[in-house]
């Protein structure tokens, strides 16, 4: 069963606009993280944003928020105030497994393509 | 240098070379990675090295060899790749403790 899926292959936004990224995850481990990456044109993965599943309140990094909803598993990534530099493929994905194991094994999502538009 | 790079940026083989992709990490972190990226296909994890012993190998064929020398440095030894293996290969980086992993910039390979 896919364990991350983030329905959205694709989004416009206008610049300057606020935007939400869909995710949705899939586990039956108490203890988890869920991140955002985001990966230009040029292909490096830049981690923007963590929430793990135990924190209380919604993860927030600058113009990036993750609203995270527990109950129905969904960990959706707000950019606020798009900028043309924001266009890229952006991922969602989910470490299971207590916090400080050996290995950080993640689970990536397919990916949202964002398009900001001036 | 800072974060994490990868050499070299763009790599075309034939079937029948033999080449590496070199990772070295300037963070101070004790486990890399190496994924696989192909088109239209999630992130695909394929080797874990924690200190510098591998952890993990997510199944991957043979012509595929890592080696982690210590715990700055990641290499994937390639041979006899086909031509499916093209893909962009990114190293990444995280300290033991602490969730984050850190990415690479990635080596778009084509096997011809």
């Known amino acids: 069963a896919q364990k991350i899926t983030q329905t959205q292959p694709g989004m416009f936004v206008q610049e300057k606009e606020a935007v939400t990224l869909d995710c949705t995850y899939d586990?039956?481990?108490?203890?988890?993280?869920l991140f955002w990456y985001k990966q230009p044109s040029s292909g490096e993965m830049i981690f923007l944003i963590y929430?793990?599943?135990?924190?209380?309140q919604n993860a927030t990094e600058g113009r990036y928020s993750l609203n995270f909803q527990k109950a129905r598993k969904s960990a959706n990534l707000v950019i606020s105030a798009s900028q043309l530099g924001d266009s890229a493929m952006y991922f969602c994905a989910m470490r299971e497994g207590r916090y400080g194991g050996a290995t950080n094994k993640l689970i990536f999502g397919t990916g949202t393509l964002l398009a900001v538009q001036p | 240098e800072t974060g994490v790079t990868q050499t070299p940026r763009h790599l075309v083989m034939g079937m029948t070379n033999k080449k590496s992709l070199k990772c070295e990490q300037h963070l101070g972190h004790n486990a890399m990675y190496w994924y696989k990226q192909s088109a239209k296909k999630p992130l695909e994890l394929m080797f874990v090295?924690?200190?510098?012993?591998?952890?993990e190998n997510n199944s991957v064929p043979s012509r595929f060899s890592p080696e982690c020398p210590n715990s700055s440095h990641l290499f994937l030894h390639l041979h006899t790749l086909q031509p499916e293996d093209s893909a962009l290969y990114l190293c990444?980086?995280?300290?033991?403790?602490?969730?984050?992993?850190?990415f690479g910039p990635g080596t778009r390979l084509t096997v011809l």
């Open positions: 929430q793990g599943s135990y924190d209380q």
């Open positions: 586990t039956s481990d108490p203890s988890y993280g």
């Open positions: 090295y924690n200190f510098k012993e591998q952890t």
């Open positions: 990444a980086s995280s300290q033991e403790r602490t969730d984050t992993q850190y």
